[in-house]
């Protein structure tokens, strides 16, 4: 079912969602279960799977001499979604991205989306390569994700890239976007930024899920600005407990966000890790409550490969 008609038929009702990142290559798909078994409890329509860009990896051909070659790290993520499908029963939703794939690479990807009855899509541009400054587009690739979006769009009413094709078999996708309440690095000013969502918008997406926050009014203040400019589609906060002392720095490093002075004060008294991760489950709970009160239609968490604070948090807050 599309994540649009699950929010409908929700009737105001806030939905619990979350995103999985796939294993390492060489990595079986045990510990991701046994990460998503215990959040089943809250009944999650629909579990979004990440997709990583490619990178490169240097490998020894003696006389010290070294060759760059190119390597997924984390690939699978349609495999995932699949298996993920089959054994919860749930609808899982593939991050699809214009960096590192051409745009006839990502029809077949949707093709085969079409076969294996996955019709939700986070159509994203993604970040630059590791070690590279600026994204750059791939060659026969998409530049911004609003031309991926278009052609996810097309595709669906039977506009393939290089032929037209009337058939009751297109299914249309229910495609997501990404939102910045704090702005995306990249742009010059907020305002910018909008008028670039609204573009994806206008090119076909269905719903919005935003970078992680930490400070509910960004959120609140991205809301109110989105639907002055007349952005009216459902808008998903995503929501990260602080884990660890090291996210500190990782955190806005990664993710180009801010964090609350208060939080960063309570993560600096934590004697260990441990510590840490209930403060950040404390946070999170608190922002949660809060946002529900304003009424979102669907609380996201990323997980970044563990739940157990996931699962308090929501245990507390649903
Ligand atoms: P875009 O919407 O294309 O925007 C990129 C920049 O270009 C922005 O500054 C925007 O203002 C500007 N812009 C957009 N359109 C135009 C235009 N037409 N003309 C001029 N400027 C324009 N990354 C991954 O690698 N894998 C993932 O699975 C993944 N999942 C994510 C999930 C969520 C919910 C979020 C918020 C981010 C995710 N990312 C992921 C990160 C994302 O790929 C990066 O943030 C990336 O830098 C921007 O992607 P975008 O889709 O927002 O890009």
Not at 215 to 230: H, L, P, S, T
């Amino acid at each position: 079912m599309k994540i649009t008609d699950h929010i409908k038929n929700a009737n105001g009702k806030t939905l619990f969602s979350f995103e999985i990142v796939p294993p390492q290559k060489g990595v079986g798909i045990a510990d991701l279960y046994k990460n998503i078994d215990p959040l089943m409890e809250f009944n999650p329509p629909f579990i979004d799977v990440t997709t990583s860009r490619e990178e490169y990896i240097f490998l020894e051909r003696g006389n010290g001499l070294m060759e760059r070659k190119i390597t997924r790290m984390r690939p699978g993520t349609l495999g995932i979604c699949s298996a993920i499908q089959n054994k919860y029963n749930v609808d899982t939703v593939p991050h699809v991205l214009c960096g590192g794939f051409t745009k006839e690479e990502t029809e077949y990807l949707l093709v085969d989306c079409m076969y294996l009855g996955i019709n939700n899509i986070v159509a994203l541009r993604g970040d630059a390569m590791k070690g590279e400054k600026y994204f750059e587009q791939s060659k026969g690739g998409h530049k911004y994700a609003s031309d991926l979006v278009k052609q996810i769009h097309d595709l669906g009413t039977g506009k393939y890239l290089h032929e037209e094709i009337v058939s009751d078999d297109n299914s249309s996708f229910c495609i997501g976007v990404a939102g910045y309440p704090e702005k995306h690095i990249e742009a010059p000013s907020m305002n910018y930024d909008l008028q670039m969502l609204k573009k994806k918008v206008e090119a076909g997406a269905d719903y919005i899920v935003t970078q992680m926050f930490f400070d509910n009014q960004k959120f609140f203040d991205f809301v109110k600005q989105a639907r002055e400019i007349g952005i009216d589609v459902p808008i998903i906060p995503g929501i990260k407990p602080i884990a660890t002392k090291g996210h500190l720095q990782m955190l806005p490093q990664v993710f180009k966000i801010d964090l609350p002075e208060n939080l960063i004060s309570e993560v600096l008294k934590c004697k260990t890790n441990s510590d840490v991760r209930e403060v950040g489950i404390e946070w999170a709970i608190n922002q949660c409550k809060e946002l529900l009160d304003f009424g979102i239609p669907v609380l996201h968490f990323y997980s970044m490969g563990k739940s157990d604070n996931i699962l308090k948090i929501g245990r507390e807050v649903f």
